[in-house]
């Protein structure tokens, strides 16, 4: 980074992330179990929070993806913590000159229930990223029973990510 007026301000990230159903138990979201009778089929512990907001926060710094950094053939990411690699990305965030300031994750799921949840997860994300509870949004919503997420095949998520600049 030579121009320093580049990274000055704000910047908004956006991520996404879907996986199939069907895996062994239990579904992580932001590290938290939301059903200890289902699972994802993923490489890594198939976090998909912390998956769509890990791409969110490099999008707003433009260091690529979470695919490059850390890829689903690399042995060590077998059964990876995610959250950990969430917690790797704001470092690199920071390294860059980014700071994460607020979270906005919608998770969109037919029958997998988040509300009951959505405190702890909430907390984790916030311990994550070192940002505020009240800078920290979990929703939820369906699809109406349309497509491969009304029919239970899937769940995804998508979210935003803002950062500001270091002072
Ligand atoms: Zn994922």
């Known amino acids: 980074m030579t121009d320093e007026s580049s990274i000055a301000g704000s910047r908004v990230g956006w991520g996404f992330d879907a996986h199939r159903l069907g895996g062994d138990p239990p579904i992580l979201m932001g590290g ?6 289902e699972g994802v089929i993923a490489t890594s512990d198939g976090d998909l929070v912390a998956h ?28 990876a913590d995610s959250m950990f690699l969430l917690r790797q990305a704001a470092t690199m965030a920071l390294a860059s000159g980014w700071v994460p300031v607020h979270v906005d994750v919608t998770v969109i799921a037919e029958s997998i229930r988040v509300a009951p949840h959505r405190e702890e997860i909430r907390a984790q994300l916030g311990a994550a990223l070192d940002i505020p509870l009240e800078a920290v949004s979990v929703k939820a919503t369906t699809t109406d029973g349309l497509g491969f997420i009304g029919d239970d095949q899937g769940i995804a998520t998508v979210a935003v990510v803002s950062v500001q600049a270091t002072p």
């Open 32 to 37: 938290v179990a939301v059903s200890e009778s």
């Open 52 to 79: 769509a907001i890990t791409d969110a926060l490099m999008g707003a710094c433009v260091l690529g993806d979470i695919g490059e950094h850390f890829p689903s053939d690399d042995p060590n990411s077998e059964n």
